[in-house]
DNA sequence: CTGAAAGCGCTAACAA
DNA sequence: TTGTTAGCGCTTTCAG
């Protein structure tokens, strides 16, 4: 933190407006907030002494009389990404109309730094938290500040928590987009993913293997690490097979991403020799060559229900019981999959 | 604002650790701070009783006391794409790391909605503010708060002030871009912008006009709005010329984005028949066919500049002489150009 | 309707 | 070394 203390610029308080409009102090905080009757008069001379003396309310010491610092925090991983942007943009919406600042703060997914994040954040005095979880989170949930903190997590659950969430359903809908393949004659459907650990992959797979169970397909599902290009690797030994898949279907827009790429690398077109399904939209998408077919999140709609849960919450008088949401998606069919190429946009 | 006034679930304050340690107000705070002589003994007792109650310092109080909110303002327009998501993370980066909390508020680019966020960030008392400006702000910058918080502007500078900022060195690359193209042999190279009033697009349209007169080329540059399809019309208007332009210059990251959406449905091939740089990269764009030649902006070098000179005149016990730092890109060529392809990745 | 006074939780003198 | 005290700027009773 800064490390002199920053020079005594005393900017006009509550206590400077008032002896200008040569009212009392409990005046003129009535007549700014609005609460409690101050005459038509008194009210005009304060806000022209407002006026002309450039105050601005310290918002800070309101909320420590108040005991609401009138700010969210909204816990996530990163911003890179459709997904996650249009999730911030929606939250950050929602709040702003109703009063209230978003501190964002960024994970990384790693679960220390989440928690620290979620220290500060309750050492601030946050009203409420949107969490993105971290894979594994949990333990540090149980602070007697986070108790006392509504908390809606949106595109995971908490694991072995039960509060509020907003998710997707993810199986569902991967198991669509797989059966769709299904429909096109594929028989060997590669699925890539990442992050084991992570709630909506697991949820993904399973939809993958009960498609591909249901219609008696052997799976061939990795799970690879992204650091060391385990998606280019991944692909490369499917490619070598005797009978390599027909098929890829991946579980998010990073491996969707990585595997655009290394397709692209390879010279490997979409949809055949390979057709391909992505579950998550990535920028351009629609615009390649073919147009990618994809399974697309609502961001927009995520994130209004999360922040307007979290409203909920924040304005109940006692603890509401929680509640899980799970919305739709859609899965657009493009061209990458071998559906005639048509360029429906988002 | 939160309508129900939230139920008084007193958390352990500092009183209570003090008590529990057996020991003053002002040793428990010193104790806790690090700054003071504490005996070994004590501190241990108070740290005790800490861990015992789950206590949590009220930042909220402590800033009121000390003047200081530990707390800086990032004002961007959005964040969307691959620039800004690189600032922002950067910025959040150095800003963590330093021990302040980071406010993020979306303008949109809108004049009117930057001139609320920034003064809701100063009755937040913020210790800085860090903003890529809407074009025409200004106005706004003159209030008695404003006047006491550092300022430093990123991507572009705030109009008529003389504020930091860390800008980018954009008529040079956008002249070396067209140079390239021309060296490439082309003519008739137009140039596709988008908000005319912003000044790095103006700084990059002077680097086009200068290279095209140089070269003794006819200038076609449109500044266009991507609301109503613009850059669509524009590059159909332009293709129905009888001779029509051979290369395309995109003065920024949505106009390359609907530039290469637009070639894409046309069914227009780069680099013939047009060649193709863009300001700015998209994602994807060194993976598409053929890769993009783009002027890429270093977004983690400015993130981290402008987030380093903010500390910097934060810590300054005065106002110091205001700097503004002009940084380098990069021109990378893939084969969107005409260069022999390359899969230079960034 | 208005003013005076009591704190929110914390830090920073100042005495002890 | 430690405890006491006086506020930071604001809201909110509670008498006038």
Chains 1, 2 share one sequence.
């Not at 942007?85 to 009063?99: L, N």
């Not at 978003?102 to 005095?125: M, N, P």
């Not at 998550?280 to 961001?299: E, M």
Request: proline share 6%; glycine share 8%; charged share 20%.
């Amino acid at each position: 933190m800064a490390s002199r203390p920053k020079p005594t610029n005393s900017m006009p308080t509550l206590v400077h407006v008032a002896k200008l409009a040569g009212v009392g102090l409990g005046t003129a905080s009535r007549a700014l907030s609005g609460q409690g009757y101050v005459s038509e008069e008194t009210a005009a001379r304060i806000h022209r002494a407002v006026e002309q003396l450039g105050y601005q309310r310290n918002e800070l010491a309101r909320s420590l009389k108040v005991k609401r610092s009138g700010a969210i925090g909204l816990v996530i991983p990163d911003v890179g990404g459709p997904f996650m942007a249009g999730c911030v943009r929606a939250i950050q919406k929602v709040f702003r109309q109703a009063g209230y600042t978003c501190i964002i703060t960024f994970t990384d997914s790693d679960e220390k730094i989440e928690a620290q994040e979620l220290d500060y954040l309750t050492r601030h005095q946050v009203d409420g938290i949107l969490i993105s979880p971290a894979p594994g989170s949990g333990a540090h949930f149980r602070t007697p500040q986070m108790a006392h903190t509504p908390i809606v997590s949106f595109d995971l659950p908490i694991e072995k928590q039960d509060y509020d969430s907003i998710l997707l359903k993810n199986r569902h809908y991967a198991r669509a987009a797989v059966d769709h393949l299904i429909g096109h004659g594929h028989k060997r459907i590669a699925c890539l993913g990442m992050n084991r650990h992570h709630y909506s992959i697991q949820q993904r797979m399973e939809g993958y293997r009960t498609a591909m169970k249901q219609a008696g397909l052997q799976p061939m599902l990795e799970i690879v690490d992204l650091a060391d290009s385990g998606a280019r690797r991944q692909l490369d030994k499917w490619l070598a097979l005797k009978s390599p898949p027909t098929a890829l279907f991946c579980l998010n827009e990073l491996t969707t991403l990585e595997a655009v790429e290394a397709l692209a690398e390879r010279g490997i077109r979409m949809p055949s020799p390979m057709a391909f399904i992505g579950f998550d939209d990535i920028q351009l998408g629609p615009y390649l060559d073919p147009p990618l077919t994809a399974v697309v999140q609502p961001a927009g709609q995520i994130g209004e229900c999360a922040a307007q849960r979290l409203l909920e919450l924040i304005d109940a008088p006692e603890k509401l019981p929680s509640k899980r949401l799970m919305l739709d998606a859609a899965l657009i069919l493009r061209g990458s999959c071998g559906c005639p190429i048509s360029r429906v946009t988002y």
